[in-house]
Structure formats: structure tokens, C-alpha cells
């Protein structure tokens, strides 16, 4: 019965479909990077993003308002953080160093992940969590570099942004599923746009960039907003309130599988035969943990039983007096 429960309430395989959409943003990304600031794009689809959920933010913002202030606290991180201030930084270690360093370091992000949920929520991986985490990371180093033994690594500086870039959305996964425990999964999105707009909004002054983008890129920034930025993220947070943050940091490796076929088959690029081998692994690893835990009664990633609410009066049983 168990292992019925469990096969409804996993939602794994949610969280690497959300995954797979971020691998198609490229495809208008790309072309708008190299005629404007990449911050400037970015505040664009939070503008856009604001105004999408606008329907739902005033509700979000109340539901925020008398959460605890772990929540509170969380979502902003989430919004300022692992949306804007991460993205700012991974654009800066590209500009500032080599175009190896911040790809190399966000391989980190998953380890970061499984510290982060370990240190905050509690959970607890299980020594067969191993087979599926080594060959994971593994496959995607050989997916993300052509030359997987001969990567270079440039000056401190673009090293220290990749770093912090990644740690960042580590922390965003991990604090989404802390927010998912209190807010609905559409509130949590709400905020996570509104958070990041008005952080890129002190963000993009700072670096110089404009704050507008010409009238001819919105078609492309609301395309942007609507698929890989809203309907990935409703499903990814969606997901993500049934899913230990252990398991969904892996399950977002997804996106670079995206990505890859993408680039082979939509923009004509070519892979290595070892790309093409980490592609074949992270993909075969990705479905066996999510089946693995669907199916399995002893999951590899063990999650703390919730903290039972307090007990108000009106649910205190009383004694009846005779």
C-alpha cells in the first residue's frame, strides 16, 4: 500500500519535465545575448513575469505575510537570489574570465544541493543514493565538455562568480521545497518573479546596462516568459512540494540533456563520441532514480517525517464533566 502512496505522491519525473524546458530558452536566448545585456533580458522577463501572475501576487504576497519567517525569509532568496543574483553572476564569470570556469563550477551545484538539504531539511541520503549520484555527475561532466580530460580552469575571480552562482540555485531548489511546505506552489512562483524583478532592479543600474529593451524584442521576452519561465516553473514548483530536494537537484540535469539535443538537432551542432556518452548516462540515471524511487519501498533519499501542527483549542479534546 505503501508503495502506492508513494508512486502518487513522487513527483520526480515532474521536476525533469519543468527541467527539459529550460533546455529550449537558448533557442531565443542566444540571439538576444548578443545584441543586449544579458541583465537587461533578464529584468525584460521578470517585467513580464510580474505582470503574468499579477493575478495571484496580491494573495501570494498575503500567504508570505503570515508565513513563518523561515518562509519569508526563503522566498526572498529564492526571487533575489537563485533568479536574479545568480544569473547576474554566471553572465560575469563569463565576461570576466575564461568561458570553461562557471560551467565547470556548476557541475558543483548538485553536491551543494544534497549539503543544503541535509543541513536544512533534514534529509538523509542512503548509501544506494550513491549509485545513482556518481554516475550522474559524471555523465554530465562528459556532456558539458568536449575535452573532458583536458579542462582548464581561469583566474580566481570568474572562478569565485561560477561558484556563487551555483550555490545559489542549489539553495533556491533546496529553499523552494522549504517554501512548498507552507505556500502553495503558485504562490511560491508569484514570489519568486516579484522578489528577483526587484532585485534586477537595483542589479541592472549597478552594472550599467539599460533598464529597457527596444519594443521588437518583447515578442521574444514574453516567448521567453511563457514556456521556459512560467509554465516550467508552476510545474517545477508544483513538483517540487512532493519531491525531497535531493532527488530534484539530479532530476534538473535534464535541462543539460535539453539543451544538448537542442543544439543537435535543432541548431545543427555536433557532439564528441564522450558527449554523446555522458548524454546516454545522465539520461539512463535520471529515469532510474525517479522509477527507483516510485516503485521502491526503501527510497534511496530517506526524508524527515513532518513536524506534527500545534495543537489549538478548538482541536484539544476536553473531558466532559458529570
Known sequence: MSTVRRAVAD?????AIAASMWGFSGLLRAPLSKEYASSSI?????????????PVLVGALRSWWGASWRTRIATIVIGGGSS????????????????????VLQKLQPLLALAFAAAILGERLRPRFAFFAVPALIGAWFLAFPKPFAVGIGSLTPALLGLGAAALWA???????????ELAFHHVTALRFF???????VIVPALGAPLTLPMATWPRLLSLALVPGLLALVLYYFGLKQTPASRATFAELAFPLTAAAVGVFIQHATLQPTQWAGFGIVLATVIA???????????????PDPIP???TPESTPTTRRT
Open 171 to 181: 539553495l533556491g531548489t533546496v529553499l523552494g521545497r522549504l517554501a512548498s511546505k
Open 11 to 15: 513527483r520526480t519525473w515532474l521536476i
Open 84 to 103: 536574479a543574483l545568480a544569473t547576474t553572476l554566471f553572465t560575469l564569470a563569463f565576461r570576466t574570465g575564461d568561458p570553461i570556469t562557471p560551467q
Open 309 to 311: 501542527a500545534p495543537r
Open 42 to 54: 533578464v529584468l525584460g522577463e521578470h517585467l513580464i513575469l510580474v505582470l503574468l501572475v499579477s
Open 195 to 201: 522578489f528577483g524583478f526587484l532585485t534586477l532592479l
Open 289 to 303: 532514480l525517479a522509477w527507483h524511487e516510485r516503485t521502491q519501498e526503501r527510497t534511496a533519499v530517506r526524508v
